[in-house]
């Protein structure tokens, strides 16, 4: 049972950061189970993760919270818990989770080390001024390592392990200990109780039955049931219906959340466009004269077209969609037409990750056959004339002769990677167009690596690629670092003499005549054959780059032509070429989607 009274000096907000499959979940679940605050037949595993995918998948994709109570001497404590996102593309809502905390753990598995991810979510606590405390876990496991790895902590990151803490989130060996930690360094939070209410907004969700809802931290003041609260950003003001504790089985009810403490807002809001994360929560009547830094909408960085492979599907995918963001406010979309794919929408994401996710929800969840077209990122151009637009489909891009210079997105990669296969990163990276800033050696087998690299270069399968040539030893993590410019063009395909819209690329100039002799070679496998001859073609403009034809389909015209003269013969084939010339003319060629959809995976 929950108390609501608590001195604000016993209170603990700490968030748990980690690198992915670390185990931050699975020690979540430990920690909620020896507080009692869910009892044992309504415990499952990852009991934090709400969606399935997130529990098939072993990732935490919506940063979630809950509220702990603990004695200790007499003392009674809450310990307000936040398990936060590992995934790069989620790094955003892991900054503000940990804006709401005082302290954090940093988890490290005890036989891989620290890795990219690591040192970025280490970054942003240091930035939030937390305290930090080493957690290492995985102990039980054979190849565990944890000295080792605590001094990798100091070398790689520089924070002192004196004080640390050895646990095993799969058997529970230590998490006593390391909830005692959690009360003795973790300090209680600030704030004046009695100053404007201010809180921040760290997360928000669409319910059915409630409305909008906002997770908030309260910094100063207190939130009360039927108290006028304002939106600082948008200026809107609501009437608090309802204020709740959360908890991963069931919120608990409260009439007040007071200074310190994480609670959820109820405003009966029909959507959480006016509930950003990152925004202020103030006293409508009496507001606090300043909002809590670093808030700014999440903003997309990749772009694809989706599309239902039922055209008639179109609106259906509207509705998922507009559904989908009453949950997820990050995802952006608008409608879109393509010639060889029909109606859908350019879709905006925060990565790679973010859009998978999202395109197996709306399958799933909405019961969708869908396309994706190839991610692209934002450009931005300058024209002639002195204006800038932002470029989120490369057919989009205007005339070459309108264009001053073409801007592109660049990125901050940090990736550590075992000695033995940087060589091959290096060419892996040097490919990418990347340029080193930084090589550190952290120890006589890991290397950590910084590079600058044109983010269009890692959204299809860089990745990928750079797990194949290390056998999955290598870490990476990525930051936005701005635009640059770039000599970039527009690399069109026509079928049968038309662009085929959705197949424009934006790419490298140098780079663009071999790009385009992969791509009609690739496509020429793809295209069934017709009864004429179909030119695949790569241009830039009105310029041939790079041509492959697909062999017309053979008719036998003279197989009835048992003997005579040859004239008779040659008689039918002439007719034939003349009608293959005609058709050629008036032809059209459809596109499988296998084959376009293979074309789009192609690099």
Same mark, same amino acid.
């Given at each position: 049972?929950?108390?609501?009274?608590?001195?604000?000096?016993?209170?603990?907000?700490?968030?748990?950061?980690?690198?992915?499959?670390?185990?931050?979940?699975?020690?979540?679940?430990?920690?909620?189970?020896?507080?009692?605050?869910?009892?044992?037949?309504?415990?499952?595993?990852?009991?934090?993760?709400?969606?399935?995918?997130?529990?098939?998948?072993?990732?935490?994709?919506?940063?979630?919270?809950?509220?702990?109570?603990?004695?200790?001497?007499?003392?009674?404590?809450?310990?307000?818990?936040?398990?936060?996102?590992?995934?790069?593309?989620?790094?955003?809502?892991?900054?503000?989770?940990?804006?709401?905390?005082?302290?954090?753990?940093?988890?490290?598995?005890?036989?891989?080390?620290?890795?990219?991810?690591?040192?970025?979510?280490?970054?942003?606590?240091?930035?939030?001024?937390?305290?930090?405390?080493?957690?290492?876990?995985?102990?039980?496991?054979?190849?565990?390592?944890?000295?080792?790895?605590?001094?990798?902590?100091?070398?790689?990151?520089?924070?002192?392990?004196?004080?640390?803490?050895?646990?095993?989130?799969?058997?529970?060996?230590?998490?006593?200990?390391?909830?005692?930690?959690?009360?003795?360094?973790?300090?209680?939070?600030?704030?004046?109780?009695?100053?404007?209410?201010?809180?921040?907004?760290?997360?928000?969700?669409?319910?059915?039955?409630?409305?909008?809802?906002?997770?908030?931290?309260?910094?100063?003041?207190?939130?009360?049931?039927?108290?006028?609260?304002?939106?600082?950003?948008? $200026?809107?003001?609501?009437?608090?219906?309802?204020?709740?504790?959360?908890?991963?089985?069931?919120?608990?009810?409260?009439?007040?959340?007071?200074?310190?403490?994480?609670?959820?807002?109820?405003?009966?809001?029909?959507?959480?466009?006016?509930?950003?994360?990152?925004?202020?929560?103030?006293?409508?009547?009496?507001?606090?004269?300043?909002? %809590?830094?670093?808030?700014?909408?999440?903003?997309?960085?990749?772009?694809?077209?989706?599309?239902? %492979?039922?055209?008639?599907?179109?609106?259906?995918?509207?509705?998922?969609?507009?559904?989908?963001?009453?949950?997820?406010?990050?995802?952006?979309?608008?409608?879109?037409?393509?010639?060889?794919?029909?109606?859908?929408?350019?879709?905006?994401?925060?990565?790679?990750?973010?859009?998978?996710?999202?395109?197996?929800?709306?399958?799933?969840?909405?019961?969708?056959?869908?396309?994706?077209?190839?991610?692209?990122?934002?450009?931005?151009?300058?024209?002639?004339?002195?204006?800038?637009?932002?470029?989120?489909?490369?057919?989009?891009?205007?005339?070459?002769?309108?264009?001053?210079?073409?801007?592109?997105?660049?990125?901050?990669?940090?990736?550590?990677?075992?000695?033995?296969?940087?060589?091959?990163?290096?060419?892996?990276?040097?490919?990418?167009?990347?340029?080193?800033?930084?090589?550190?050696?952290?120890?006589?087998?890991?290397?950590?690596?910084?590079?600058? %690299?044109?983010?269009?270069?890692?959204?299809?399968?860089?990745?990928?690629?750079?797990?194949?040539?290390?056998?999955?030893?290598?870490?990476?993590?990525?930051?936005?670092?701005?635009?640059?410019?770039?000599?970039?063009?527009?690399?069109?395909?026509?079928?049968?003499?038309?662009?085929?819209?959705?197949?424009?690329?934006?790419?490298?100039?140098?780079?663009?005549?071999?790009?385009?002799?992969?791509?009609?070679?690739?496509?020429?496998?793809?295209?069934?054959?017709?009864?004429?001859?179909?030119?695949?073609?790569?241009?830039?403009?009105?310029? %041939?780059?790079?041509?492959?034809?697909?062999?017309?389909?053979?008719?036998?015209?003279?197989?009835?032509?048992?003997?005579?003269?040859?004239?008779?013969?040659?008689?039918?084939?002439?007719?034939?070429?003349?009608?293959? $010339?005609?058709?050629?003319?008036?032809?059209?060629?459809?596109?499988?989607?296998?084959?376009?959809?293979?074309?789009?995976?192609?690099?």
């Amino acid at each position: 049972m929950t108390k609501f009274n608590v001195p604000q000096k016993n209170i603990r907000n700490f968030s748990i950061i980690a690198h992915i499959d670390h185990g931050k979940s699975t020690l979540a679940d430990r920690i909620i189970q020896e507080c009692s605050a869910v009892v044992d037949r309504q415990m499952s595993a990852q009991v934090m993760d709400t969606m399935d995918i997130e529990k098939e998948r072993g990732i935490t994709i919506k940063a979630q919270s809950v509220r702990l109570d603990y004695e200790r001497d007499g003392e009674h404590y809450i310990l307000n818990l936040i398990d936060t996102p590992g995934h790069v593309d989620f790094s955003y809502e892991v900054s503000r989770s940990l804006a709401s905390s005082e302290g954090a753990l940093l988890i490290i598995d005890a036989a891989q080390g620290v890795e990219a991810q690591t040192i970025a979510n280490v970054y942003i606590a240091m930035e939030n001024d937390l305290e930090l405390l080493p957690v290492v876990n995985k102990i039980d496991l054979p190849a565990a390592e944890p000295e080792r790895v605590l001094e990798e902590v100091e070398d790689a990151i520089g924070i002192d392990c004196t004080l640390h803490c050895l646990v095993s989130a799969k058997t529970g060996q230590g998490v006593p200990e390391l909830i005692d930690m959690i009360v003795d360094i973790i300090p209680a939070p600030n704030g004046d109780e009695n100053a404007p209410c201010k809180a921040l907004i760290y997360d928000s969700w669409f319910d059915n039955y409630l409305g909008a809802l906002a997770l908030v931290r309260v910094y100063e003041g207190s939130i009360e049931k039927g108290q006028k609260i304002k939106i600082m950003s948008t $200026k809107e003001e609501h009437v608090v219906l309802d204020l709740m504790y959360p908890n991963p089985i069931a919120p608990i009810k409260t009439s007040k959340i007071r200074t310190g403490e994480i609670g959820i807002v109820v405003t009966g809001q029909k959507t959480v466009d006016g509930l950003q994360v990152g925004d202020t929560l103030t006293d409508a009547l009496n507001p606090t004269a300043e909002i %809590i830094d670093g808030f700014e909408p999440a903003k997309p960085f990749v772009f694809a077209g989706i599309y239902p %492979i039922e055209t008639d599907k179109f609106e259906d995918l509207r509705d998922a969609l507009n559904k989908l963001k009453l949950n997820d406010s990050s995802i952006s979309f608008e409608p879109e037409s393509s010639v060889a794919l029909g109606s859908g929408f350019r879709t905006g994401f925060l990565g790679m990750l973010h859009m998978e996710v999202i395109k197996e929800r709306l399958e799933r969840e909405f019961n969708l056959e869908l396309i994706a077209s190839a991610p692209t990122v934002v450009y931005e151009v300058l024209q002639k004339d002195g204006t800038r637009i932002d470029i989120q489909n490369p057919f989009d891009l205007p005339d070459v002769m309108k264009i001053e210079t073409v801007f592109e997105p660049y990125i901050k990669a940090t990736i550590l990677v075992p000695n033995d296969y940087l060589g091959n990163v290096i060419k892996l990276l040097n490919d990418r167009r990347g340029m080193q800033i930084k090589m550190d050696y952290i120890n006589a087998e890991r290397v950590l690596l910084e590079y600058d %690299i044109p983010m269009n270069e890692i959204v299809l399968d860089f990745y990928d690629k750079l797990k194949s040539t290390t056998k999955g030893y290598a870490s990476f993590d990525y930051e936005p670092i701005g635009f640059r410019p770039g000599d970039l063009i527009k690399l069109d395909i026509k079928v049968a003499g038309d662009v085929v819209d959705a197949l424009s690329i934006i790419v490298p100039r140098d780079r663009a005549r071999t790009k385009g002799l992969a791509f009609v070679q690739n496509l020429k496998e793809l295209i069934p054959r017709q009864l004429f001859e179909v030119a695949i073609q790569a241009s830039i403009g009105n310029e %041939i780059i790079a041509r492959s034809t697909v062999k017309s389909t053979g008719k036998n015209v003279t197989a009835k032509c048992y003997g005579g003269d040859i004239t008779r013969k040659r008689k039918l084939l002439d007719k034939q070429k003349a009608g293959k $010339k005609r058709m050629k003319s008036i032809g059209s060629v459809n596109v499988p989607q296998e084959a376009f959809m293979a074309v789009l995976r192609l690099d």
